[in-house]
């Protein structure tokens, strides 16, 4: 039982020691019958809570940094009005903080035998599934002196999805594939091309694309036109062992990685190739295969939403085993992976020729801005020394990057923000230069 502030005062008032419910209750009639009265009335006709019906509906999945609206149906079946407060809790994730309190709870009166509806407004900080914890009514009698509290386990999750900033670079990358696969300017020719059309040859075109037996039929000269291969395949492979949950910025490299897998299989699918994803640190935490173009976006999107860093460290063997598993033919396997020279050269490099000798292999890397940053300073003693650091940090990252490029990988090395346009780069590169 819960008291309000007119309850206290009241009491204070009377000499009444509201909340004992002991031999003392007949002593406190005595002292002040009426208002003891007035009291136990007001307790009695607040609305029941044990008897109320909720529900929920609204938003089941959200964007990271976008809002949800969680609606609550509160049904009251009983005669008497219901005069509560009510909050509805989530987990503290579930919204920015210092605003918990103003978005849980709520106010509302519901008339006997009628239902109304709050709406909670969550506003989540991390990825993953949000599921909803008990709410708590306080139902006031229509004095406001005593209240009856209860709570009920209404069930509802909601999913917070990856927040594909990166989406702004895919007009711009879409151009450049347009570009490339000839619809805006004159189709490339190289090893990994499909014959397209014929059309007459300009000054400056490569003479080797002349088709003489056509020229032969015409009067003019005909070359041919090539297009890049459709249907390749490309697996994403997103390392999320504890490398991936160091933060750069405000952001996990997890996180930046997604953002740029994500930009990657927008444009892939455009380009007509097969995505698949794996997710995996010493076991798969994530697995999206056969999905038709239309629908690898939202099928990437939901699988990467659960998917947190794991602080192990990544088996590199196993992690080849799986992808060699999942891509049986010839693919490009774009690695998302952490740089740092202990893990490539003690885990990836040993393995990387089973990988290389079967697939096309794109490393991409997020890199620290700050690095850079402490590079470039001088000033003070302090300053020299950071700077010292941080630029034998970029001599090994520089020095593991060759030492991948000297197998046939291609490497990505960028900061959060650029990393997904040049990766993005990268693919449109192997598919002009025709190794795909």
């Known amino acids: 039982m819960a008291l309000t502030g007119r309850a206290a005062l009241l009491a204070a008032l009377g000499s009444i020691p509201i909340g004992i419910w002991g031999p003392g209750w007949t002593g406190i009639l005595a002292v002040n019958g009426p208002l003891a009265i007035a009291c136990a009335c007001d307790f009695a006709l607040a609305a029941p809570v044990r008897r109320l019906g909720l529900s929920r509906s609204g938003d089941a999945s959200v964007r990271l940094s976008e809002s949800a609206d969680v609606t609550l149906t509160v049904t009251n079946p009983s005669g008497r009005p219901l005069r509560a407060h009510l909050r509805d809790a989530w987990p503290p994730s579930s919204w920015q903080s210092g ?59 909601v999913r917070v999805l990856p927040p594909f900033t990166s989406r702004k670079h895919l007009p711009s990358k879409l151009a450049r594939l347009r570009e490339l ?68 910025g405000d952001v996990p490299r997890l996180d930046a990685s997604m953002d740029a897998a994500l930009l990657l299989a927008a444009l892939a699918s455009r ?103 402490m590079a470039a300073a001088r000033g003070n003693p302090e300053a020299v020394y950071e700077a010292a650091a941080a630029a034998q940090a970029q001599t090994e990252r520089h020095r593991t990057a060759e030492q991948l490029r000297r197998h046939g990988v291609t490497v990505v090395d960028a900061t959060p923000d650029d990393l997904a346009p040049a990766l993005a780069d990268a693919y449109l590169a192997l598919k002009t230069a025709g190794r795909l």
Do not use: C
């Open 99 to 157: 605003t918990e309190v103003e978005a849980s709870r709520h106010r509302l009166t519901v008339p006997a035998g009628e239902r109304r509806r709050v709406t909670t407004r969550l506003r989540p900080t991390r990825r993953g599934d949000r599921q909803a914890d008990r709410v708590t009514i306080r139902s006031y009698g229509p004095l406001g002196l005593f209240a009856r509290q209860g709570s009920h386990k209404v069930p509802w999750t």
């Open 181 to 248: 696969d000839g619809r805006t300017s004159v189709l490339n020719r190289g090893a990994g091309t499909e014959f397209d059309s014929l059309r007459e040859y300009v000054p400056g075109d490569d003479t080797r694309s002349i088709d003489w037996r056509a020229t032969a039929r015409q009067t003019t000269v005909a070359v041919r036109t090539w297009r890049p291969e459709r249907d390749r395949h490309i697996l994403l492979v997103l390392d999320t062992g504890r490398t991936s949950a160091g933060r750069v």
């Open 271 to 373: 380009a007509g190739d097969r995505v698949d994803l794996l997710a995996y640190d010493r076991r798969v935490r994530a697995l999206v295969q056969g999905r038709a173009a239309a629908d690898v976006l939202p099928s990437l999107v939901n699988a990467m939403a659960g998917v947190e860093p794991e602080l192990i460290e990544t088996d590199a063997h196993g992690l080849t085993a799986t992808a060699l598993r999942t891509a049986p033919r010839r693919s490009l396997i774009v690695l998302l992976t952490s740089l740092d020279t202990a893990p490539i050269e003690e885990g990836l490099l040993p393995v990387l020729p089973q990988l290389t000798q079967r697939h096309t292999i794109l490393v991409a890397s997020v890199a620290d801005p700050h690095v850079a940053a």
